[in-house]
């Protein structure tokens, strides 16, 4: 299980890198974490062995890498502005919403059932949309429903791992947020 610190946080926000994309990948080997971050489309994992620094950064990337020590390379500085669908689920058993981002959303509906995503296996996408800078919208759409941010740990094989990013709020609120936050970079 793996919490986020305040400065991992900072790191987080200051990249503009919704919790969406953070991983916890506590107790699996590096093959099967770069196979599930590469299917769910996660940027930074975390619960890992920290890096050789002094400081001992634990945000890895889906390769193991420190992503403190180097960010130039970092994935999501290359998405941020590409164009992408942002999609609402919802898991109907946790009573829980995820926004997040995919090139191809029944494709992301699968992964995120298969893999039990947030301890759901009942994902369903109630929203999708095309856009622009699909990576801006994400974060921003994240940062305006934190005040209905949940965390959720659950019990992946023989691993307890740490969810940051679901939301306890109405489907429609959340789709509203997102058209919201499209809207603004419309004009
Ligand atoms: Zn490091």
Known sequence: MAKLTLPQACFLIHHKIP????????????KEY???MKDLGMVIAIGLNPCTSRERHTLKDKYGHCVQCK??????QKRFNESGF??????EN??????????????REYSLNNFG???????????AKQCNKYGRIEFEAHQGLMPH???????KQDS?????????????????????VISQHQN
Not at 19 to 30: I, N, P, W, Y
Not at 86 to 91: D, L, M, R, T, V
Not at 149 to 155: A, G, K, M, Q
Not at 168 to 180: F, M, N, P, R, S
């Open 71 to 76: 960010t130039n390379n970092l994935a999501f």
């Open 160 to 180: 307890l791992v740490d969810c940051n990013e679901l939301f306890d709020c109405k489907v429609e609120l959340a789709i509203q947020t997102i058209e919201k």
């Open 117 to 127: 995503y947030g301890g759901g296996s009942d994902w369903k996408i109630h929203f």
């Open 86 to 91: 942002i999609y609402a689920a919802k898991s």
């Open 34 to 36: 770069r196979e599930v």
């Open 149 to 155: 941010n949940v965390h959720r740990s659950y019990w």
């Open 94 to 107: 946790l009573g829980l919403i995820k926004i997040g981002t995919a090139k191809d959303t029944a494709q």
């Open 19 to 30: 919790l969406s994309q953070v991983f916890d990948a506590t107790g699996l080997k590096k």
